[in-house]
């Protein structure tokens, strides 16, 4: 498995791209940068690939309505030309309260937007001159909806590669379905080894019986809160806060897919009371009731042992991409873990 890991949007990001040349050298293989409502992901990203050598960088993710389907193309074309062809394009809908709340967009069809937007991109790559009618992209934009002087262009530059891998964060089974068929890589959230196949199993072999073999095998990206030895549990409360935040707030009754997924997952009664606390304004409160065992199944907390079988597991129900979040007292100890779970890892 690779080991790859997210790096935080809360803050500016000098300081924490410094230490990434000590997490490049105890083995990390990919860094993923997200791009909530917050400084943008692609000047971190163009700052890491100055500052990094080998480390793939991957934006983790770009909102597909936040950006034309030829600027994220653009934007990934320019990123893999100062990474020297490190780049990964992950790409996700995210949900309303980001999309309507934040950048005033309509919430609208996110599944074929998304298959038309990787279909640009590719065809922007290769160089092809953009005629694409598609259901909700054209382009040239078409006569009777614009000047009529729109002409079919051509990316001026050659970009390093005319494939440029892209993940894509989905979780309902029509999206992970086009993800497993269309992409070169699935990050879902909240990944439990043990549950992914009845949760996700029909989806993902829908999507890859109708898959293109130049593809390649899919690559599954599982993220994990990490720390390890014999007093670590209460780490597991980190990640309180943020899977009420996902669970409870992250759209509103009926449209919170991050709910959904906890209900499809068993916790249909504690999904419903995070949601109305929640909403409500309990935050606190709706944190106190996310499930013990969707906290510790999700994450890399606990003793070598408990860390050796859940990468075990994890390997077994197919994940090849760890995407952690090293917990310790400072950057010295967090690059070890990075180095522990390299070797734990290897091991499985």
Avoid at 93 to 120: D, F, K, L, M, N
Avoid at 165 to 191: H, Q
């Amino acid at each position: 498995m690779r080991i790859g890991m997210s790096l935080s949007y809360a803050g500016g990001f000098k300081e924490t791209v410094d230490e990434l040349a000590d997490y490049e050298k105890a083995g990390l293989d990919i860094v993923f940068v997200p791009e909530a409502y917050s400084f943008d992901a692609v000047s971190q990203l163009g700052f890491i690939a100055a500052r990094t050598e080998r480390l793939q960088i991957a934006s983790g993710i770009l909102q597909i309505f936040s950006r034309t389907p030829t600027l994220t193309a653009m934007t990934a074309a320019g990123l893999d030309y100062v990474s020297e062809g490190r780049f990964v394009l992950g790409i996700g809908a995210s949900g309303p309260q980001v999309i309507e709340g934040w950048h005033g967009v309509p919430y609208h069809a996110p599944i074929g937007r998304t298959r038309e937007i990787i279909e640009i991109c590719r065809m922007v790559w290769r160089r092809e001159r953009l005629s694409y009618e598609g259901k909700y992209y054209k382009l040239p934009l078409p006569a009777d909806a614009g000047t009529g002087l729109g002409k079919p262009l051509k990316l001026i530059n050659h970009p390093v590669r005319e494939r440029i891998p892209i993940i894509i964060a989905s979780l309902g089974p029509k999206n992970v379905e086009m993800t497993a068929e269309l992409a070169e890589g699935w990050e879902p959230i909240f990944y439990i080894p043990e549950k992914a196949g009845d949760v996700w199993g029909d989806a993902l072999a829908r999507g890859k019986a109708k898959r293109d073999p130049s593809l390649g095998e899919l690559d599954v990206v599982a993220q994990a809160n990490l720390a390890i030895g014999d007093d670590v549990e209460g780490f597991l409360e980190f990640g309180r806060p943020m899977a009420a935040l996902y669970v409870g707030g992250m759209g509103a009754k009926g449209k919170n897919f991050y709910n959904d997924l906890a209900r499809r997952y068993g916790f249909e009664k504690e999904a419903e009371e995070i949601q109305d606390l929640y909403l409500a304004g309990k935050k606190q409160e709706a944190a106190e009731k996310v499930p013990y065992e969707l906290l510790q199944k999700t994450s890399l907390i606990g003793t070598e042992g408990f860390v050796r079988d859940r990468l075990a597991a994890l390997k077994e129900s197919g994940v090849t991409t760890l995407n952690i979040t090293p917990i310790a007292a400072d950057h010295e100890a967090r690059v070890k873990l990075i180095e522990k779970v390299r070797d734990l890892a290897a091991s499985v």
